[in-house]
T-cell receptor, first 114, second 112 residues
Framework: AQSVTQLDSHVSVSEGTPVLLRCNYSSSYSPSLFWYVQHPNKGLQLLLKYTSAATLVKGINDFEAEFKKSETSFHLTKPSAHMSDAAEYFCVGLASGGSYIPTFGRGTSLIVHP | NAGVMQNPRHLVRRRGQEARLRCSPMKGHSHVYWYRQLPEEGLKFMVYLQKENIIDESGMPKERFSAEFPKEGPSILRIQQVVRGDSAAYFC??????????FGQGTRLTVV
């Protein structure tokens, strides 16, 4: 079985400050992990993905995430938040060797203050 | 290579009517997933299909909901006798085997 846990339902930052969105996974198999972003009333856009190559993954718009097996984490970071980053972020897991169904975390709403 | 195409983007139905949501996967993808997103909530898995087969429907409501992915044509999510609680955004995703899923823009169903 696998599960993905996003630890924060809301994260609030000021523009220009770092962003940290937390995600932990639980899987019996080596997972593939993804971060998606959803702007209000929009679809889902892939930010980045981890598929057992480099543990530090760089994505679009200066986002990156680090896969830490010892901590079973895949936190999303960005050095400097922009107003346009305000959106809902989903951590998604896909367990190789197990179910191929993408499993979503509950989502983290990122709020960016001027 | 067009992305995952969902139509319609917006659908309004009266209570008791049927809603049919269509999803055309990306070229070369044979795996389709349907998710429902209720207001202010995350995406909940509904059903996973491969061509002509339902692989996992553990997230589908027991009544009124059905899904198919025929050999030819798009995947269809069908909701019979819609009720107000069915109002939501329905997302379709497609993938190859054990690759990332690409999502459509969603169909926003409103039941009035």
């Amino acid at each position: 079985a696998q599960s993905v846990t996003q630890l924060d339902s809301h994260v609030s930052v000021s523009e220009g400050t770092p962003v940290l969105l937390r995600c932990n996974y639980s899987s019996s198999y080596s997972p593939s992990l993804f971060w998606y972003v959803q702007h209000p009333n929009k679809g889902l856009q892939l930010l980045l993905k981890y598929t057992s190559a480099a543990t530090l993954v760089k994505g679009i718009n200066d986002f990156e995430a680090e896969f830490k097996k010892s901590e079973t984490s895949f936190h999303l970071t960005k050095p400097s938040a922009h107003m346009s980053d305000a959106a809902e972020y989903f951590c998604v897991g896909l367990a190789s060797g197990g179910s191929y169904i993408p499993t979503f975390g509950r989502g983290t709403s990122l709020i960016v203050h001027p | 290579n067009a992305g995952v195409m969902q139509n319609p983007r917006h659908l309004v139905r009266r209570r008791g009517q049927e809603a049919r949501l269509r999803c055309s996967p990306m070229k070369g993808h044979s795996h389709v997933y349907w998710y429902r997103q209720l207001p202010e909530e995350g995406l909940k898995f509904m059903v996973y299909l491969q061509k002509e087969n339902i692989i996992d429907e553990s997230g589908m409501p027991k009544e009124r909901f059905s899904a198919e992915f025929p050999k030819e044509g798009p995947s269809i999510l069908r909701i019979q006798q819609v009720v107000r609680g069915d109002s939501a955004a329905y997302f379709c995703a497609s993938s190859g085997l054990n690759t990332e899923a690409f999502f459509g823009q969603g169909t926003r169903l409103t039941v009035v």
